[in-house]
């Protein structure tokens, strides 16, 4: 495990008990935490027996895959060169960290180059699949897609209430929490969304046959009415406390594939917005065809929140990528590439029941 952060530590709960896998190392570039247990950094019952290490060469020699959860949305050069001294090394790697190899067919050609050579000098392996949940904007909806004679769109949607979710810098400076409705946040800022969400929307146009010739953004804000305590700190009256963004992809002068986030600091902004069924959140996949099909996920774990739910499922994507792409000839992969739920042999695949 690369990073001991949000999905760093999520990662290291699930990659503990996590079926066909064995924790063998977890990588920090933070001397504070180096030497402690991993457990320290993540939600399990007792000690791993594994340590915090700040020595990358020794942590990569004991291990045969990599999940790199180390934040790339503003280091990606870091990111891009830490994996790509991974595949070089052998190492499989999975990992959230760089927006643009979501669809590698439309991800800078340097980037597709550096890795393609350095997986194969290594004979490993990359995916990449986001924390949003990935999954979600990939695919669940191509998949859902094959349930559908005729689609007219597809609709990946979020809806979350960001008070639940102990993440100060991505909700307040990435995404604005907080805010002068003056300043757009970094989140939010022109072509930022394409950057993250673009290469999702092509995947999915790819996935069912379509070519997306053209990726706008809509982008709607709106202030706190009262000020919000939360566990990050008090948000105040007339500042930024919801927003609705739509990352939209056309073909043939048609909306095809839209990426949607409905975002609050508090649940009663932005009431006429759409709201999740059922607690502080949900993803949806909803396809405007024959029939109209909605599919509703929640993620839920014990003592955390519903953004740590969502965080589980994302980490779990990967890591059970992680055997399948062992298999496969070195290169860069996709999540359409890679089976939702990998197989695994029977007797492995028998541990995911608990008791």
């Not at 969304?193 to 709607?220: A, K, Q």
Request: net charge negative; glycine share 12%.
């Amino acid at each position: 495990m690369w990073g001991t952060g949000n999905m760093g530590a999520t990662a290291i709960r699930s990659a503990t008990a996590f079926p066909g896998l064995r924790l063998t190392g977890v990588i920090t570039s933070s001397p504070d935490k180096a030497d402690r247990d991993a457990a320290d950094f993540a939600k399990v019952d007792g000690p791993t027996g594994v340590a915090v290490s700040l020595d990358v060469d020794a942590v990569l020699a004991g291990c045969d895959a990599v999940a790199y959860m180390a934040s790339g949305d503003i280091r990606p050069d870091e990111a891009l060169n830490d994996i790509e001294r991974c595949l070089r090394a052998g190492k499989h790697v999975v990992t959230p960290s760089l927006y643009s190899l979501y669809d590698p067919a439309s991800a800078p050609q340097e980037w597709v180059d550096r890795l393609t050579a350095a997986a194969e000098e290594g004979g490993a392996t990359l995916l990449v699949s986001g924390v949003d949940p990935g999954w979600a904007n990939d695919a669940l909806a191509v998949l859902a897609a094959g349930l559908c004679t005729r689609i007219h769109a597809i609709r990946c949607q979020e809806i979350f209430d960001y008070s639940t979710y102990d993440q100060p810098y991505a909700v307040r400076v990435s995404c604005g929490f907080g805010g002068a409705m003056a300043e757009v946040p970094m989140m939010l800022l022109p072509s930022i969304p394409t950057m993250v969400w673009g290469g999702n929307i092509r995947l999915i146009g790819r996935g069912l046959g379509l070519e997306i010739d053209e990726i706008t953004e809509e982008v709607e804000r709106r202030p706190l009415d009262a000020d919000v305590d939360t566990v990050m700190g008090r948000f105040e009256k007339g500042t930024q406390g919801a927003f609705f963004l739509k990352v939209i992809g056309w073909a043939g002068g048609k909306q095809r594939v839209i990426v949607e986030h409905v975002t609050r600091i508090d649940p009663a902004c932005a009431p006429d917005w759409p709201q999740p069924d059922e607690g502080v959140g949900d993803h949806r996949v909803i396809i405007d065809g024959d029939p109209q099909l909605t599919i509703v996920t929640r993620g839920d774990v014990p003592g955390g929140t519903r953004a740590d739910g969502g965080n589980t499922t994302a980490a779990n994507r990967l890591l059970g990528a992680i055997e399948w792409l062992s298999t496969q000839k070195p290169g860069i992969y996709d999540g359409l590439d890679v089976p939702l739920h990998a197989p695994l042999p029977s007797e492995v695949e028998a541990t995911r029941w608990a008791d």
